[in-house]
């Protein structure tokens, strides 16, 4: 099981970025996705998520507004689409997938990708 993302990087507050997080290994219409962030010296905290199973997402009231969530089954990706990016949105982000199969809770987290906002 492999969970890669990517897309992050640098840019200016205001500005956007658009974050990819691809599945391998699972089957992907069964689980749900988040995005989580760490920002230096701090806990990592939930973002965004989504179920596959019925596209409900959850965003965190701090990114609601300017973050959207959303999914292709098709390639096994999410992805998260940062507008309005504020100095506070620096942190490294993670994408994570969630499922329960025939009673079996299942974790997998993909690598980090920073994300650094200037002011």
């Known amino acids: 099981v492999q969970l890669q993302a990517f897309g992050g990087g640098l840019v200016q507050a205001g500005g956007s970025l658009r974050l990819a997080c691809t599945a391998s290994g699972i089957s992907f219409d069964d689980y749900a996705m988040g995005w989580f962030r760490q920002a230096p010296g701090k806990e990592r905290e939930g973002v965004s998520f989504i179920k596959m199973t019925d596209d409900s997402t959850y965003h965190a009231d701090s990114v609601k507004g300017r973050f959207t969530i959303s999914s292709d089954i098709s390639k096994d990706t999410v992805y998260l689409q940062m507008n309005w990016l504020e100095p506070q949105d620096r942190a490294v982000y993670y994408c994570?997938?969630?499922?329960?199969?025939?009673?079996?809770?299942?974790?997998?987290w993909g690598q980090g990708t920073q994300v650094t906002v200037s002011s």
């Open positions: 994570r997938a969630d499922a329960v199969i025939l009673g079996q809770e299942y974790t997998y």
